[in-house]
């Protein structure tokens, strides 16, 4: 693949515009760009088990003891895929995603040849992978690709010399998949603006896919596969998707591009990181915050809405590893925990445990780590030339009793929390203490549904614990309140536990609620109601929680 080392646009100026004749091109002049090879035999030859049952261990020596959890992690060998063979070279595997039981693995080549291809694998018996379809580029590169439905979607790059119909090398791509999830000769491509599609996603009914390296931007596509937009977000190089908002990664200078589920730009800040021109990023949905592979500069947490940074998982320096090679490549995003392809570092996790985030340590797994994608207990690695490894996850820790965090509002920022999984309804910083919304009358009824209302409450995460048995509040107020506690089971029912009455003063009254050793539980709900009469806000100062973990 070429590396596309062009002079960037610095300053991107973001408008979307709908675009004429457009659609999709199928199979022009009535030829494919690739080759196909779903014969189960010669497939079969490039799964590899001979290493299956090998043991990759969390390594925490090299970590700095204050970033480290104490978590028991394995990573346990499944099986590997190898690298196809092109004009005689070995492919790099660039990125791996899951959809169901299939993965779909990128690949790529370094340097200045146009060389590429995707892999399906059925991974329903990840022991015994099949290999199902093959597809080669001899005069192309895949930077990603996704499977959703009966298609197999890319982005990546054409040889314009040897490609008709572009006038851009950038290119996004949709492959009709039979009913064995083999690629067919069904093809359609649009063509990007700049040098290489470098990601493809499925956003708010719509595909999305990313373009740079000078110029390029974010490309939108009806469910048709028709460009309906674009927006102009130089050396765009991924694009994640939350509830409410899609995120852009930019390189060089790094930055993010915020956008409603219309897609329409409503925010955009400069981050660290993602200003090597040879460096891949990527960015993924963290609770409610994004996670930023940036390079070098390591894996970055910000919050979309204010573009802060929330706090940096440095990559530590591994003995016997160059520093320049230690680069967060990839990351995803599973529950409670991170997972960030660290180039010759191996793979790196975090995982918030109670309320702290924390690197749980490394897996060298004696490969340089392209991409990372998890499903259920399942790992898989794309290890450049190394090929593809499909692994099991294991995590035991110690059990521990007693408090399970001690937040003081004087000390820590809403925000901090947010990224760790608290939500806030309502609730805003300010000084010493988060403030409630005001509210009375009428609004008691809502607010003492917990299902319905979305106001004054804080949702504490509690997935990851094994019991509760208390918790503590320091509050004040400006009017007789009423303090609710609710129990968010992981079966989505909630459980009432009662409420304390309040006296109308505006003195700070500590609370102490038995949560009877619950379990199985998403959330610990704490809920403000106004008494009959009146409008006033509450105050919280202080939040505690105890139980098992």
């Given at each position: 693949m070429k590396r596309y080392l062009f002079p960037l646009i610095l300053l991107a100026v973001a408008s979307i515009s709908s675009c004429q004749n457009d659609k999709e091109e199928p199979n022009p002049n009535n030829e494919l760009p690739y080759g196909l090879n779903s014969d189960p035999s010669i497939l079969a030859a490039r799964v590899d088990i001979s290493q299956a049952g090998t043991v990759f261990p969390l390594l925490q020596s090299n970590l700095p003891s204050s970033r480290v959890q104490q978590v028991d992690f394995n990573l346990e060998l499944l099986s590997e895929v190898k690298p196809p063979q092109l004009e005689e070279q070995s492919l790099r595997a660039a990125n791996v995603r899951i959809t169901g039981d299939l993965l779909a693995i990128a690949y790529n080549f370094e340097g200045s040849t146009y060389l590429g291809g995707i892999d399906i694998v059925n991974i329903s018996e990840p022991n015994s992978p099949r290999l199902v379809t093959q597809v080669l580029f001899e005069d192309g590169s895949v930077s990603d690709a996704f499977i959703d439905g009966d298609h197999l979607y890319f982005a990546g790059a054409?040889?314009?010399?040897?490609?008709?119909?572009?006038?851009?090398?950038?290119?996004?791509?949709?492959?009709?998949?039979?009913?064995?999830?083999?690629?067919?000769?069904?093809?359609?491509?649009?063509?990007?603006?700049?040098?290489?599609?470098?990601?493809?996603?499925?956003?708010?009914?719509?595909?999305?896919?990313?373009?740079?390296?000078?110029?390029?931007?974010?490309?939108?596509?009806?469910?048709?596969?028709?460009?309906?937009?674009?927006?102009?977000?130089?050396?765009?190089?991924?694009?994640?998707?939350?509830?409410?908002?899609?995120?852009?990664?930019?390189?060089?200078?790094?930055?993010?591009?915020?956008?409603?589920?219309?897609?329409?730009?409503?925010?955009?800040?400069?981050?660290?990181?993602?200003?090597?021109?040879?460096?891949?990023?990527?960015?993924?949905?963290?609770?409610?915050?994004?996670?930023?592979?940036?390079?070098?500069?390591?894996?970055?947490?910000?919050?979309?809405?204010?573009?802060?940074?929330?706090?940096?998982?440095?990559?530590?320096?591994?003995?016997?590893?160059?520093?320049?090679?230690?680069?967060?490549?990839?990351?995803?995003?599973?529950?409670?925990?991170?997972?960030?392809?660290?180039?010759?570092?191996?793979?790196?996790?975090?995982?918030?445990?109670?309320?702290?985030?924390?690197?749980?340590?490394?897996?060298?797994?004696?490969?340089?780590?392209?991409?990372?994608?998890?499903?259920?207990?399942?790992?898989?690695?794309?290890?450049?030339?190394?090929?593809?490894?499909?692994l099991k996850l294991t995590k035991s820790k110690p059990v521990q009793e007693g408090e399970i965090f001690n937040v003081d509002f004087s000390t820590t920022t809403r925000d901090e929390l947010a990224v760790k999984g608290w939500v806030f309804q309502?609730?805003?910083?300010?000084?010493?203490?988060?403030?409630?919304?005001?509210?009375?009358?009428?609004?008691?009824?809502?607010?003492?549904?917990?299902?319905?209302?979305?106001?004054?409450?804080?949702?504490?995460?509690?997935?990851?614990?094994?019991?509760?048995?208390?918790?503590?509040?320091?509050?004040?107020?400006?009017?007789?309140?009423?303090?609710?506690?609710?129990?968010?089971?992981?079966?989505?029912?909630?459980?009432?536990?009662?409420?304390?009455?309040?006296?109308?003063?505006?003195?700070?009254?500590?609370?102490?609620?038995?949560?009877?050793?619950a379990e199985n539980l998403d959330y610990v709900v704490v809920g403000a109601v106004p008494a009959a009469g009146g409008y006033g806000r509450v105050y919280l100062s202080k939040i505690s929680l105890s139980g098992k973990y």
């Open positions: 054409l040889d314009i010399d040897q490609t008709s119909g572009l006038s851009s090398p950038a290119i996004v791509g949709k492959i009709q998949l039979n009913d064995a999830s083999q690629a067919t000769d069904s093809y359609s491509q649009i063509d990007l603006p700049s040098f290489v599609g470098t990601y493809s996603e499925k956003g708010f009914d719509r595909y999305l896919a990313t373009s740079g390296n000078s110029g390029g931007g974010l490309t939108i596509l009806d469910q048709s596969f028709e460009r309906i937009g674009f927006i102009d977000l130089p050396n765009a190089r991924s694009v994640a998707i939350g509830d409410t908002t899609a995120a852009v990664l930019q390189g060089e200078p790094g930055r993010i591009a915020v956008l409603d589920n219309n897609l329409t730009l409503i925010n955009q800040f400069s981050i660290a990181g993602a200003g090597n021109p040879e460096a891949k990023g990527q960015v993924d949905y963290f609770n409610s915050f994004l996670a930023v592979a940036g390079g070098p500069d390591g894996v970055l947490i910000y919050n979309p809405i204010e573009g802060e940074l929330i706090t940096t998982l440095e990559m530590s320096p591994i003995e016997g590893v160059a520093d320049s090679d230690i680069v967060a490549n990839g990351l995803v995003a599973d529950g409670s925990s991170l997972f960030m392809a660290n180039g010759a570092a191996g793979l790196y996790v975090a995982d918030l445990i109670g309320n702290e985030l924390g690197i749980l340590g490394t897996f060298n797994i004696n490969a340089s780590a392209n991409g990372v994608a998890v499903s259920n207990d399942l790992v898989v690695i794309a290890n450049g030339t190394a090929g593809t490894r499909i309502s609730f805003s910083q300010r000084d010493n203490e988060l403030r409630g919304g005001r509210y009375g009358g009428p609004d008691r009824a809502n607010l003492l549904n917990p299902s319905a209302s979305q106001k004054n409450q804080v949702k504490i995460p509690a997935a990851q614990l094994i019991s509760v048995s208390e918790l503590k509040i320091s509050i004040r107020r400006e009017q007789p309140t009423e303090v609710y506690v609710w129990l968010q089971k992981k079966d989505g029912t909630i459980e009432d536990l009662g409420l304390t009455r309040l006296a109308d003063n505006n003195s700070v009254q500590d609370l102490v609620f038995d949560l009877k050793n």
